[in-house]
């Protein structure tokens, strides 16, 4: 019995010295968790297409609060609006005599492909190759929109792309597409007056007046109407010409047409019908 008590007092006190031994090297691993934990998500939050927007959306504010005097441009951000369909979502707004600019940001990294009349462009990073809407069309919208609900000719309203980060253009793009502050040597090329300033205050003024709250209630409102927009095209898949069966949306790779898309036939390469 007194042997059984030594062992186990024996035992109690090698364990105790092993914990001895170790506890420095857990508090260092608790330690280094504690930062690393931290890092990871950091990583995360910092690697998010939201974050990318916002950090992008941030560049341009910053570069127009800098370069842009104050007296002569006065900058709009954020901003969503009301139209016969639904909502749409203006990045930045920049209101001057020489006219409205309407500016699309774009934060995307690698080679960016496109030209004024496709449909989609394309951004290659590597051996990745992926298709993205043409921002030009897509700032089509925000235009028009502005141009219904303002009370200014079509032609004092610019329409501007702004890529940030690390992209480089591989295609010659026109003059509105521009990168990181290639926009503000744009908007300071136009020179012509082409509004008073009784038309620039009463500009800002509707703006504001007829902009939707800022706020996530509104940016989810907007999103819905996104996806609500998306399924109509879902349901009005066309059916195959030659034989009937379903078809689906491909993207023109090669020639004059690459980049736009078309209606090719599921079977393919068994059946060859198209809808253009």
């Not at 941030?58 to 909502?87: C, S, W």
């Not at 989810?220 to 927009?229: A, D, G, S, T, Y």
Request: glycine content about 6%.
């Amino acid at each position: 019995m007194l042997q059984t008590v030594a062992y186990n007092g024996d035992h109690t006190k090698h364990w105790a010295n092993m914990a001895t031994v170790f506890s420095p090297f857990i508090q260092i691993g608790i330690t280094v968790l504690c930062y690393l934990i931290p890092l990871v998500i950091l990583i995360g939050i910092l690697k998010s297409p939201k974050f990318k927007g916002a950090f992008g959306e941030f560049q341009i504010n910053m570069a127009a609060r800098l370069f842009l005097p104050k007296d002569e441009y006065h900058l709009i951000k954020d901003v969503t609006l009301p139209t016969e369909d639904g909502t749409t979502q203006i990045d930045h707004i920049v209101v001057s005599r020489f006219g409205v600019f309407v500016l699309e940001t774009k934060n995307m990294k690698g080679w960016i492909f496109g030209a004024a009349d496709q449909k989609t462009w394309t951004q290659k990073i590597y051996r990745y190759t992926s298709k993205f809407q043409n921002p030009l069309r897509q700032n089509y919208k925000h235009v028009k929109t502005l141009e219904a609900l303002l009370n200014i000719p079509l032609a004092a309203i610019h329409s501007v792309v702004v890529f940030v980060g690390n992209s480089t253009f591989k295609t010659a793009m026109p003059d509105n597409v521009t990168y990181a502050l290639g926009y503000i040597r744009y908007i300071k090329s136009k020179r012509d007056i082409v509004l008073s300033q009784g038309q620039v205050e009463a500009v800002i003024v509707q703006i504001e007046q007829l902009r939707l709250q800022r706020g996530m209630a509104t940016n989810r409102q907007h999103v819905r109407h996104l996806r609500e927009k998306a399924k109509p095209r879902e349901e009005s898949t066309p059916d195959c010409p030659k034989c009937g069966s379903s078809m689906v949306l491909r993207n023109v790779r090669k020639g004059k047409n690459a980049g736009n898309t078309f209606w090719g036939c599921k079977r393919f390469p068994a059946c060859r019908g198209i809808v253009a």
